[in-house]
């Protein structure tokens, strides 16, 4: 997307000024001044930058808003969706784990391989292994 977009680095995340929703009415009603009242514009902000700048920003902001909310619902569908299969695979483990106690033929292979994942935790074992 470049040149369109620009990434910062967390410096200047960190440093620079940032707009708010109280900024914007500000921003917005100064942009109107600026244009109205140009000759308390000091000579070295282009009217013509702000105002792009502002068109950007009032272009984005929305467009941002929305794909905020999209990758909040994603987010949240994935890991709906992670929670279900993990506690469909403890579920599987489990099963496998019975059927390995009593000999259950191919258990004890598939067990001894999937409890390697418990293992790596470094604690005692839960009622899930």
Same mark, same amino acid.
């Given at each position: 997307?470049?040149?369109?977009?620009?990434?910062?680095?967390?410096?200047?995340?960190?440093?620079?000024?940032?707009?708010?929703?109280?900024?914007?009415?500000?921003?917005?009603?100064?942009?109107?001044?600026?244009? +109205? +009242?140009?000759?308390?514009?000091?000579?070295?902000?282009?009217?013509?930058?702000?105002?792009?700048?502002?068109?950007?920003t009032s272009?984005?902001?929305?467009?941002?808003?929305?794909? *905020?909310?999209?990758?909040?619902?994603?987010s949240d569908?994935?890991?709906?969706?992670? &929670?279900?299969?993990?506690?469909?695979?403890?579920?599987?483990? +489990?099963?496998?784990?019975?059927?390995?106690?009593? +000999?259950?033929?191919?258990?004890?292979?598939?067990?001894? *391989?999937l409890r390697?994942?418990?293992?790596?935790?470094?604690?005692?074992? &839960?009622?899930?292994?």
């Amino acid at each position: 997307m470049a040149p369109h977009v620009i990434a910062l680095t967390p410096e200047q995340r960190k440093t620079i000024p940032k707009m708010s929703d109280g900024t914007e009415p500000f921003v917005d009603k100064v942009m109107d001044y600026a244009i +109205n +009242n140009a000759e308390f514009l000091p000579p070295f902000v282009s009217q013509g930058e702000l105002q792009k700048d502002w068109n950007a920003t009032s272009n984005l902001l929305p467009l941002l808003r929305m794909v *905020d909310q999209i990758k909040d619902n994603m987010s949240d569908t994935a890991m709906l969706a992670g &929670s279900e299969a993990y506690v469909g695979a403890l579920s599987y483990y +489990n099963s496998v784990k019975q059927a390995a106690k009593v +000999n259950a033929p191919d258990a004890k292979a598939i067990y001894e *391989d999937l409890r390697k994942r418990f293992e790596k935790q470094g604690r005692k074992p &839960s009622s899930n292994e």
